[in-house]
C-alpha cells in the first residue's frame, strides 16, 4: 500500500482542488479511491461514457481514474486509421494555440456568448444522439521491472445513444498501438495498458448511457449564469477543471433533452466561463484541420506547467475536442515534453432515426 502510495505521487501533478503534497497526503478523493479499489479482488466493469475520455494510472493494486498523469512524449508522426477510416494526422507534441490581439478572454467568450443565444434551436431528427469522435488516451503503469510504461491507442468512437432511457450502440474502431519508449512494449503490454484491437461493435441495453448521477441530480440547468456556476460547483470536475466541468454539464444536458442543447444553455456555460479569472482563450486549427476556440487552464508543480484546452466550435458554442499537455518539466520521467496526455476531437455530432444513421 505505501508503495503504491508513493508512486501515485510521483505520477499526479497536484488537484487543483486539495492541498496535494501537503504532508506527504494524496487528495482525499485519491485516498478513497485507491483504498477502496485495493479492497477489491475483482475489477469492476468500466461505466459507459461520452465525451472526452480519460487516460488511467495502472498500479499492482487497481486502476486509478485521474484527470492528469503523466505524459507522451513528442512526434507521433501518422496513424492509419482502424476500420478503413481515412488516414488523420495524430497531433504534434502539443496544439499550437495562437493569441487573440487586442482583446480580453473575458470579452471573447462574453461575445460568443451573445452569438450562440441568438441562434434557432437545433434540429430533432430522431429518437438517438450520434456522436463520432477520434482521440486517444495515455495509459501508464507504474509497477513494471523498467520503471513507468505507457501506451496509447488511437481510436475512433461512433455511439448512438436513445435519449429516452439510455439504451444504444457503441463502436470503436484501434489503430496501432503507440509506445513512447518502445523498448518497453512488451511491459506495457504485461500491464494491460492496450485497450483494445480491431473493431467492437456492442449494442446495450437501457441505462448503459444515462448521464453521471452527480449531474442527473442537478437536472434541469439553470441558464443564468449565476445559478448556472452554482450548480456546477456540486460537483467534483475532473482535475479541478471548470473547463472539463462545463463539458460533462453540456453532454449531460444534450442527453437529458433528445440530443441537444438549447442556444440558451450553451450561452450561459459561455458566460460562467468569461467570468474565470484563470482562463485563457486562444485559436487554434484540430487535428483533422477544423478552426476551434481553446479554452485553457494551466496548474504548476515544481518546474512542469500542467496545460488543459477545450475545443468549442466558435459558430455553435459546442465541445469539439480537448488536449491535456505536460509543459516543461517531465518531472523525472524520462519522457520528452512538451507532451501530450490526451487528445480528442469531435468528427460528428447530431440525432438520427437508428442505430444505422450517421449525420
Known amino acids: 500500500m505505501k508503495g503504491d502510495l508513493r508512486r501515485v505521487r510521483e505520477l499526479m501533478p497536484p488537484d487543483p482542488q486539495a492541498d496535494f503534497g501537503q504532508d506527504g497526503a494524496l487528495p482525499a478523493r485519491a485516498e478513497r479511491e485507491l483504498a477502496a479499489l485495493l479492497a477489491t479482488d475483482a475489477p469492476t466493469a468500466p461505466r459507459a461514457r461520452t465525451g472526452l475520455s480519460r487516460r488511467r494510472v495502472l498500479l499492482a493494486g487497481g486502476v ?13 508522426g501518422r496513424w492509419l486509421g482502424a476500420g478503413g477510416e481515412a488516414q488523420a494526422l495524430v497531433t504534434p507534441p502539443v496544439l499550437t494555440l495562437r493569441t487573440i490581439a487586442g482583446t480580453s478572454p473575458h470579452d471573447v467568450l462574453a461575445e ?12 430533432v431528427r430522431g429518437p438517438y444522439l450520434y456522436l463520432k469522435s477520434w482521440g486517444w488516451w495515455l495509459n501508464s503503469a507504474g509497477d513494471v521491472p523498467g520503471g513507468v510504461a505507457n501506451a496509447a491507442v488511437p481510436t475512433v468512437t461512433e455511439q448512438w445513444i436513445r435519449t429516452s432511457d439510455g439504451a444504444g450502440r457503441e463502436r470503436q474502431a484501434y489503430g496501432e498501438p503507440y509506445f513512447p519508449n518502445p523498448d ?26 444515462a448521464p453521471d448521477s452527480d449531474w442527473q441530480a442537478l437536472l434541469p440547468f439553470s441558464t443564468d449564469p449565476d445559478r448556472l456556476l452554482a450548480q456546477l460547483r456540486k460537483v467534483n470536475w475532473e482535475g479541478g477543471r471548470l473547463i472539463w466541468g462545463v463539458s460533462a454539464m453540456l453532454d449531460a444536458a444534450g442527453r437529458a433533452s433528445g440530443g441537444t442543447v438549447e442556444p440558451a444553455l450553451r450561452a450561459a456555460a459561455l458566460q460562467v466561463l468569461a467570468r474565470r479569472s484563470d482562463v485563457q482563450v486562444s485559436r487554434t486549427t484540430t487535428w483533422h484541420g477544423r ?18 484546452s477545450l475545443l468549442l466550435d466558435p459558430a455553435t458554442g459546442y465541445p469539439v475536442g480537448g488536449e491535456e499537455a505536460l509543459l516543461g518539466d517531465p518531472l523525472s520521467l524520462g519522457i520528452a515534453v512538451p507532451g501530450t496526455v490526451t487528445v480528442s476531437e469531435t468528427l460528428a455530432r447530431g440525432t438520427v432515426t437508428n442505430t444505422r444513421s450517421t449525420v
Open 291 to 308: 478552426q476551434a476556440l481553446a479554452i485553457t487552464q494551466e496548474s504548476r508543480h515544481r518546474q512542469a506547467v500542467f496545460r488543459d
Open 184 to 209: 518497453q512494449e512488451r511491459d506495457a503490454r504485461a500491464a494491460g495498458l492496450v485497450e483494445g484491437e480491431g473493431v467492437r461493435d456492442e449494442r446495450h441495453g437501457p441505462g448503459y448511457f
Open 112 to 123: 460568443l456568448a451573445e452569438r450562440v443565444r441568438g441562434l434557432a434551436p437545433d434540429a
Open 64 to 76: 486509478v481514474a485521474t484527470a492528469t498523469g503523466v505524459a507522451a512524449s513528442g512526434e507521433l
